[in-house]
């Protein structure tokens, strides 16, 4: 694969053999070349579990404590009395069948959807539309409520969800690397506090494998799995 002139340049800082620590990473990414935009920083854990056992799936949301630095569009799918309390809390989209019929023909200018219970009867007809694109609200990651209003604004606010896939691995956004290292470094820790958090109780050996960051634009980076952990404490 052909690389760029920065990629390589960011590479050459790097010790491939290498693990980091948090805040090494962090600088790295901070002090390298600039893109032509605010790269969004990503990170994936790998963890041991096994997707498949039903207890091993690990899926929820956390709300990251410096927001994720950018415009969320929220999609509200209720209706009655609760399609007023979505727009006072600051939703995009409100409404149902006519936004139904939008995702039915192929409209995606959202980034979450928010269901009340009442209405997944609807809903659940698009799974197969809208569960690919990881956009299907679900109890587990709090996106189906009837308390509209606080997770409008906790989404809005910075709240992620996140899914292991099926090869163990869970890879989400935490930030711009416009952000202050210290409040990328906050969000990292938050995500991977809840991530600990949620180990099965019926897993054997080791939970959290490994770890990466990196930039839209950069190679990864990987980190030191213990001073990771240690962070936590």
Do not use: C
């Not at 990170?43 to 899926?59: E, K, S, T, Y």
């Amino acid at each position: 694969m052909k690389r760029s002139k920065r990629y390589k340049e960011i590479i050459s800082q790097m010790d491939r053999g290498k693990k980091y620590s948090l805040d090494e990473a962090i600088q790295i990414l901070k002090s390298a070349p600039k893109a032509q935009f605010d790269e969004t920083i990503d990170f994936a854990l790998n963890l041991g579990v096994n997707p498949r056992h039903a207890d091993q799936m690990i899926r929820g949301a956390v709300s990251l404590p410096h927001g994720l630095g950018k415009t969320v569009r929220v999609l509200v799918l209720t209706k009655g009395a609760k399609e007023k309390e979505a727009k006072d809390a600051g939703a995009d989209y409100v409404g149902l069948e006519d936004y139904l019929e939008k995702i039915q023909e192929g409209w995606f200018e959202f980034d979450v959807i928010i269901a009340t219970p009442d209405v997944m009867s609807s809903v659940g007809k698009f799974g197969k539309i809208l569960g690919p694109k990881g956009l299907m609200p679900n109890p587990k990651s709090g996106t189906v409520t009837f308390d509209i209003e606080q997770t409008v604004k906790e989404v809005k606010a910075g709240k992620i969800e996140f899914r292991v896939d099926r090869n163990g691995i869970i890879h989400v956004g935490v930030g711009k690397i416009s952000f202050e290292a210290d409040k990328l470094k906050d969000n990292v820790k938050a995500f991977v506090d809840k991530i600990v958090r949620m180990r099965p109780a019926s897993l054997k050996g080791q939970y959290l494998r490994s770890a990466t960051i990196s930039g839209t634009m950069t190679p990864g980076i990987k980190l030191d799995r213990s001073l990771l952990l240690d962070e936590l404490k």
